[in-house]
């Protein structure tokens, strides 16, 4: 069966992805990039969020033999190692060992690799191809490079990969109505950063860790960890980066105080971190140049009704459903939805119209369910990870997990360590929460709990969970 020219906007992430697996597949693929190639003119940052890469995200990569390029520029997190306001530390692990983590990732360096694994399965990737019009009736695209010269392209199908502002999708909107709607979280960032230790500017090296690069340390904190500095409302992240630095996330409100137009300069945000990060201020040597110079980054979950136009057009990834970050699942949903969708292509080339309908029949319920616990894991984040009633919560929760294997499982396990649909997760998740809450209420530890009372409550009431490959 013939299979058709497939045009892909975007060659971030999920785009330079689909490309590959799908050019793996034999199909013709371009693809076309409104950003110079990052690769010669250099990643453009500030507003980047490092890229937490889960089970989802791997499996796609490894479809697409990506596994030996991944371990120049990925840094295992064995789980979040929480700072509270007197600098001390606590690390609450993600899984039961090592075979159970999170792998920390420059959007930059991923973005690069998976572009030269696109073009290296056949895919012609252009640069500095702004998407301006579509005209529908035959499938002819208009291309807009920064000179403003205008480049047309025709293709029988076409994919918006092209992020939350999506072009695409706003040519889709001129022809049906998506039933769009962008709800904001009030919150929004600003991305800094902790040198390699190597990096730091003369003389301003914290004396703790002048001992460290004489032995050769290349990180200022401990480099196997998701670093977070919950203060109720807001907080601060730090993931590592591979060549020794870390990619530090401050989340503010948009209103009120703090947020992000109270703390609107560089006294302001260096007052901020003197007062809540005090053990992170002298490890963030350009705080003050970093706050002013990088753009404020915004927060906001979008949902539509529709991600296809009748076999001609869908949307994939953040373009059809943008989500917060604070669950890390944005890079490794969209990853699944390019596994997905290719091997629904490859099934079926002849009929793109039943392809997208049923990519979107599958995919949505879980974009919405991993939109709803993204939202929720903020609220976690930044203001339970350090309550006594969560942790409590959180121990009762790994020892089901260890007397019921199979039955009782984590929904954070569910969405970070298999390919569990996210829909389940969500479902699962929620029923066996509202246990936990109900367990532990008013305990201060499981040495308080009737476990053979709860060890029966699950046996009756709750079902062992399908496998899924």
Known sequence: MQKPIITIIGAGLVGSLLATLLAQRGFKVNVFERRPDPRRAGFLGGRSINLALAERGWNGLRIAGMQERMQSIAVMMRGRMVHDTNGRTNLQRYGRDDSEVIWSVSRGALNMALVDAAEAAGATVMFDRGLAGVDWSDMRLEFRDRDGNTHMHQSPVVIGADGAGSALRSEMARQLDLG?????????????????????????????????????????????????????????????????????????????????????????????????????????????KDYMGNPTGLLGTLYLDRWQLDGRALLVGDASHAIVPFHGQGMNSGFEDAVELADLLESNPGDTRAVFAEFEKRRKPNANAIAAMALENYIEMRDRVDDADYLVMRELDRVLADRHPGRWVPRYWMVTFSRIPYRIAFERGEIQSAWLREWTHGKSGIDELDLAAIDAYVKDNLEFLPTYA
């Not at 990096?199 to 690069?213: N, V």
């Open 180 to 288: 769009e709607r962008f709800e904001p979280l009030g919150h929004g960032y600003k991305e800094l950063e902790i040198p390699a230790l190597r990096d730091f500017p003369a003389g301003s090296l914290p004396s703790p860790l002048i001992a460290a690069t004489a032995h050769g340390d290349s990180y200022a904190m401990e480099p196997n960890a998701l670093h977070i500095w919950p203060r109720g409302n807001y907080m601060c992240i730090a993931l590592p980066n591979a060549e020794g630095s870390f990619t530090v996330t401050l989340f503010l409100p948009n209103d009120g105080d703090p947020s992000l137009a109270s703390v609107a300069d560089a006294d302001a945000a260096e007052s901020l971190f003197q007062r809540d990060f005090p053990d992170a201020l002298p490890l963030i040597p350009e705080l003050r």
